[in-house]
């Protein structure tokens, strides 16, 4: 069963892909959930979540690990898959709650009151990608789906 979560190629590209989505969303996370990078912090995103946007906690708590643990996951390349589809849901729940009231485009001159969905698109096709490719080269999915461990495996059966 695992194996279907780790099996991987060794493609760069992918591998560029997950790291830079990896980055970005562990950034975010460790905001949401360390107070680093001007973040508040897992109490402070809590409360912002349940109390001024209304999200309920247990959907809460789930968005900030998702961005948190998904970016850390994408960042060394382990679970892959499950990672992107905690970001993937993430991605949505934000633009079917948050962004689609504002339209398309992002707020890049100040004049709407918030952000449109287009770059939350963008990390839909990413991690979609992610998910149907897995984690691509440099990876622990790659470690744990190499053609040396399937041999180890088979002798020792």
Same mark, same amino acid.
């Given at each position: 069963? &695992?194996?279907?979560?780790?099996? =991987?190629? *060794?493609?760069?590209? =992918?591998?560029? /892909?997950?790291?830079? /989505?990896?980055?970005?969303?562990?950034?975010?996370?460790?905001?949401?959930?360390?107070?680093?990078?001007?973040?508040?912090?897992?109490?402070?995103?809590?409360?912002?979540? =349940?109390? +001024?946007?209304?999200?309920?906690? !247990?959907? +809460?708590?789930?968005?900030?690990?998702?961005?948190?643990?998904?970016?850390?996951?994408?960042?060394?390349?382990?679970?892959?898959? !499950?990672?992107?589809?905690?970001?993937?849901? *993430?991605?949505?729940?934000?633009?079917?709650?948050?962004?689609?009231?504002?339209?398309?485009?992002?707020?890049?001159?100040?004049?709407?009151?918030?952000?449109?969905?287009?770059?939350?698109?963008?990390? &839909?096709?990413? =991690?979609?990608? /992610?998910? !149907?490719?897995?984690?691509?080269?440099?990876?622990?999915?790659?470690?744990?789906?190499?053609?040396? @461990? @399937?041999?180890?495996?088979?002798?020792?059966?």
């Amino acid at each position: 069963m &695992l194996s279907k979560f780790v099996r =991987t190629d *060794n493609d760069i590209a =992918t591998a560029v /892909l997950r790291l830079v /989505l990896g980055v970005i969303f562990f950034a975010h996370g460790a905001q949401k959930m360390l107070v680093w990078f001007g973040g508040y912090g897992f109490t402070g995103t809590m409360g912002f979540f =349940t109390g +001024a946007m209304h999200i309920p906690a !247990i959907f +809460a708590f789930l968005a900030i690990a998702a961005e948190f643990f998904g970016g850390l996951g994408l960042i060394l390349g382990f679970l892959t898959r !499950i990672a992107a589809f905690g970001i993937l849901s *993430n991605m949505v729940v934000a633009i079917a709650m948050v962004h689609s009231q504002f339209g398309f485009f992002m707020n890049w001159t100040g004049a709407q009151k918030g952000e449109g969905y287009e770059y939350h698109l963008l990390i &839909l096709a990413a =991690t979609v990608l /992610l998910i !149907i490719r897995g984690a691509g080269a440099a990876s622990v999915d790659r470690l744990l789906s190499s053609p040396a @461990k @399937k041999s180890a495996q088979l002798q020792a059966a």
